[in-house]
């Protein structure tokens, strides 16, 4: 993930620096940073910290006021890991 989100965030930020001296609706400045600062990757090396992250994935929905209970959100992998039933999203493929 961080060789890909630096590829991204340089490759981005060389187009802008090479269009600086075109007409700019917003700020002739460059931002600092591509990316939001409190968004960040890690690995996930423990079972519980594997089974916390699913579970807030999977309560997305339910905390958003989409869905009363996660296994009601047709895009959930919840279905899956709780009654092994197959599903629109593929797990493990």
Same mark, same amino acid.
């Given at each position: @993930?961080?060789?890909?989100?630096? /590829?991204?965030?340089? /490759?981005?930020?060389?187009?802008? /620096? ?13 931002? *600092? ?22 579970? =807030?994935?999977? @309560?997305?929905?339910? *905390?958003? $006021? ?12 919840? /279905?899956? =890991?709780?009654?092994?039933?197959? $599903? ?6």
């Amino acid at each position: @993930m961080q060789v890909l989100k630096q /590829r991204v965030s340089l /490759r981005i930020r060389k187009k802008q /620096r090479s269009a600086k001296n075109q007409f700019q609706l917003l700020s002739s400045e460059l931002p *600092r940073a591509f990316w939001q600062p409190r968004f960040h990757d890690f690995n996930v090396y423990t079972k519980k910290k594997y089974l916390e992250k699913l579970n =807030y994935i999977h @309560m997305n929905p339910v *905390r958003r $006021g989409l869905v009363s209970s996660p296994e009601l959100w047709k895009w959930s992998s919840f /279905r899956f =890991y709780s009654y092994g039933e197959e $599903g629109p999203v593929k797990i493990g493929e």
